[in-house]
């Protein structure tokens, strides 16, 4: 009787247990939690149209006869406002949520227009090397001399000044992204850079230039896939940083018009009212930016730690 042979291939589940990443995952509590919480955040903030109570875009829902209502348990609330109303009378949960849904998208447009620019010009950098490589990086040296806001409020400005006066609340978003964006692609140059660097003196790269591939090749084939677990670090606490910045931004009243909810213009908008004991327009949003950005920046530490191979 011939034995047949035996198959010992590792399934995908199995492979996906023996991961280092995801056993690092499994046992770090604060991990899980903070990837629970950001998952219920950006589920919830996309899922606005569907669980929202109201919508405050549309004009049939709102009643300024409603406007500045306490928390539906405070004194003065109403049952079908769960925490309460703002000045022109949107249910607070409804525009958090619709708020919450424009912050992160402007955060992610932000990070992944700041990622690919600062990515592309890393990896020329570091590859190409000589006059190419100076010029870039000295000009990255002296973006990263200004900070970051105010760089990011001249950016918005400037966007702003050249576009006509009767679409700048339309484009305003845009604007935003592209100022938040332009900010922070130094960050992701320097990490790409120094990646590739690294790469570039390795053995496949150098037997790809033997062959006569062309360079373009080598670095969007060879180079570019082995410098994204750096960058996807960088991109997870940018995001954090990016959210944190748009709410900066329509704070100072250089975001998004306050006629768009999100959470920095809720902030704002409720900042006014603050001292007239109307708390609530203002601390909701608040908590709702702080517990998403915190669970964020969280799950950011993590994945430095679990990518980093020498703290494994």
Same mark, same amino acid.
């Given at each position: 009787?011939?034995?047949?042979?035996?198959?010992?291939?590792?399934? !995908?589940?199995?492979?996906?247990?023996?991961?280092?990443?995801? *056993?690092?995952?499994?046992?770090?509590?604060?991990?899980?939690?903070?990837?629970?919480?950001? #998952?219920?955040?950006?589920?919830?903030?996309?899922?606005?149209?569907?669980?929202?109570?109201?919508?405050?875009?549309?004009?049939?829902?709102?009643?300024?006869?409603?406007?500045?209502?306490?928390?539906? *348990?405070?004194?003065?609330?109403?049952?079908?406002?769960? #925490?309460?109303?703002?000045?022109?009378? !949107?249910?607070?949960?409804?525009?958090?949520?619709?708020?919450?849904?424009?912050?992160?998208?402007?955060?992610?447009?932000?990070?992944? #227009?700041?990622?690919?620019?600062?990515?592309? /010009?890393?990896?020329?950098?570091?590859?190409?090397?000589?006059?190419?490589?100076?010029?870039?990086?000295?000009?990255?040296?002296? @973006?990263?001399?200004?900070?970051?806001?105010?760089?990011?409020?001249?950016?918005?400005?400037?966007?702003?000044?050249?576009?006509?006066?009767?679409? !700048?609340?339309?484009?305003?978003?845009?604007?935003?992204?592209?100022?938040?964006?332009?900010?922070?692609?130094? @960050?992701?140059?320097?990490?790409?850079?120094?990646?590739?660097?690294?790469?570039?003196?390795?053995?496949?790269?150098?037997?790809?230039?033997?062959?006569?591939?062309?360079? *373009?090749?080598?670095?969007?084939?060879?180079?570019?896939?082995?410098? /994204?677990?750096?960058?996807?670090?960088?991109?997870?606490?940018?995001?954090?940083?990016? $959210?944190?910045?748009?709410?900066?931004?329509?704070?100072?009243?250089?975001?998004?018009?306050?006629?768009?909810?999100? #959470?920095?213009?809720?902030?704002?908008?409720?900042?006014?009212?603050?001292?007239?004991?109307?708390? *609530? $327009?203002?601390?909701?949003?608040?908590?709702?930016?702080?517990?998403?950005?915190?669970?964020?920046?969280?799950?950011?530490?993590?994945?430095?730690?679990?990518?980093?191979?020498?703290?494994?």
């Amino acid at each position: 009787m011939t034995d047949q042979p035996i198959n010992i291939t590792p399934s !995908r589940w199995q492979r996906l247990k023996d991961n280092d990443i995801y *056993w690092s995952f499994i046992n770090s509590p604060g991990a899980m939690i903070a990837a629970a919480i950001t #998952l219920i955040c950006i589920v919830a903030v996309f899922s606005a149209p569907l669980i929202a109570p109201f919508n405050p875009f549309d004009p049939s829902q709102i009643s300024l006869w409603d406007g500045k209502l306490p928390p539906a *348990w405070a004194e003065g609330g109403q049952s079908q406002y769960l #925490l309460g109303t703002d000045n022109q009378g !949107r249910d607070m949960l409804s525009t958090i949520l619709y708020g919450g849904r424009l912050s992160v998208l402007v955060g992610i447009a932000a990070v992944c #227009l700041g990622m690919v620019l600062g990515v592309s /010009l890393g990896v020329i950098s570091g590859y190409i090397g000589g006059a190419t490589d100076a010029i870039i990086m000295r000009i990255a040296d002296v @973006q990263l001399t200004i900070p970051g806001i105010l760089l990011a409020i001249l950016i918005n400005g400037i966007g702003r000044a050249v576009l006509p006066i009767e679409v !700048r609340d339309e484009f305003a978003i845009y604007v935003v992204i592209l100022a938040i964006g332009l900010t922070d692609w130094p @960050q992701f140059a320097r990490v790409a850079r120094g990646a590739t660097l690294v790469e570039a003196n390795k053995e496949y790269v150098q037997a790809a230039r033997v062959i006569g591939l062309p360079s *373009w090749l080598i670095m969007l084939r060879h180079i570019l896939p082995n410098t /994204l677990r750096p960058v996807l670090v960088i991109a997870t606490i940018g995001l954090a940083l990016a $959210i944190i910045a748009e709410a900066t931004l329509s704070f100072l009243g250089q975001g998004i018009p306050p006629t768009t909810p999100s #959470l920095g213009t809720l902030i704002r908008v409720g900042n006014e009212y603050l001292f007239s004991g109307l708390w *609530w $327009i203002t601390f909701f949003p608040a908590i709702a930016l702080v517990v998403l950005v915190f669970a964020v920046n969280l799950l950011g530490d993590w994945m430095r730690d679990a990518l980093n191979p020498k703290l494994r």
